[in-house]
């Protein structure tokens, strides 16, 4: 229950809740926070504050104050890679401690959030973040909430926990096999190797082999055997399209490697092929890649250098949200390709 106290009256009692400031083009947040005690020089600040007023709390069992109910529930739905700041005006932001890629469960969200009295706003998942990104917002919307709803939040956070987490990327080491006999002539500079090492550089990812191969399936073949001694992923580029002169699949397949999905509904980059060698990726990818800067490989590849096992299923569910708009300046991630 709150108590409603003039603020001339309310010299050395403890605020309820935070009370917030806003100078237009200066400031907005929190000038006194919950539990401040007023002092005499607080009582000209609360009238420019347009405050006449203050409310001090008496909370019965069944009540819990904003604060405490956001930092419970926060603490409770957070996995490993994240850290929560402290509660203010009854919200406690999430950020990840490292980079990674993030990953959220949905349903989770939207149960907590069917409550009713919580809000739970989270980024989207399957996302590469960096370090100190926010990642998701907690907040009671009542000031003071009721304990048999804080439990049912935290019910649902256990039975999903964790509800939001961030995996590490756990591969290191690449390889790059450039097929083409255009390129593998000289009659045709490569652009895939220095557009691929910026890619995986971002993750942390070194190239440990890098190999220029003519259209002849047992020679790729061969390299992808031989490179994948001393790699964690292996990353063909060229010849993935329905062209007879193109053997890049066909090659991935005689090396053992078991296709999980050749054709991607991720535009651009339908021509991707994913596929398992010994547990390790194979991953073949179409000319798209050096035209676009961002294509389904760019979906794909933090969540398989985060060591996720993605399946033919998965792959189908990118269809949803796998349009590009081929923006003229991209913002990806930050932007609904590859969002399920």
Not at 74 to 94: C, F, M, N, T
Not at 123 to 138: T, W, Y
Not at 291 to 319: C, H, M, N, Q, W
Request: charged share 25%; hydrophobic share 40%.
């Amino acid at each position: 229950m709150m108590k409603k106290v003039r603020i001339e009256e309310a010299v050395g009692l403890p605020l309820a809740h935070d009370l917030t400031q806003i100078i237009p083009g200066k400031f907005k947040g929190p000038r006194f926070r919950v539990g401040h005690v007023i002092s005499p020089k607080d009582i000209e600040i609360l009238r420019d504050m347009g405050r006449e007023h203050i409310y001090v709390i008496e909370l019965s069992e069944d009540e819990v104050h904003e604060n405490e109910a956001s930092l419970s529930l926060a603490q409770a739905i957070i996995g490993d890679g994240l850290r929560i700041s402290d509660p203010a005006e009854g919200k406690v932001s999430i950020f990840s401690e490292s980079a990674g890629l993030i990953k959220i469960n949905k349903k989770a969200v939207k149960e907590i959030n069917m409550l009713g009295d919580y809000v739970l706003s989270t980024v989207h998942g399957n996302v590469p973040v960096r370090d100190g990104q926010l990642i998701a917002s907690v907040k009671l919307i009542p000031l003071i909430g009721k304990r048999e709803v804080l439990h049912q939040a935290l019910e649902i956070a256990r039975k999903f926990k964790p509800v939001i987490s961030l995996k590490p990327y756990l591969l290191k080491r690449a390889s790059l096999i450039i097929t083409g006999k255009e390129i593998y002539e000289g009659r045709v500079k490569d652009a895939f190797e220095p557009r691929l090492r910026k890619k995986l550089l971002t993750f942390g990812v070194e190239v440990v082999n890098v190999g220029i191969f003519p259209d002849e399936p047992s020679r790729i073949a061969e390299a992808i055997i031989s490179f994948a001694k001393d790699s964690d992923i292996l990353i063909c580029t060229g010849g993935m399209s329905v062209d007879p002169e193109d053997t890049t699949p066909t090659a991935i397949k005689l090396s053992g490697a078991r296709i999980e999905r050749y054709g991607s509904p991720l535009l651009p980059g339908a021509m991707t092929l994913l596929a398992y060698l010994n547990e390790k990726p194979v991953v073949g990818v179409p000319a798209a890649a050096v035209y676009y800067k961002t294509t389904a490989l760019d979906v794909l590849l933090p969540r398989l250098l985060a060591g996720e096992r993605i399946s033919f299923e998965d792959i189908a569910e990118l269809g949803y949200g796998g349009l590009c708009w081929l923006c003229n300046t991209c913002h990806f991630p930050c932007c609904p390709f590859g969002r399920a």
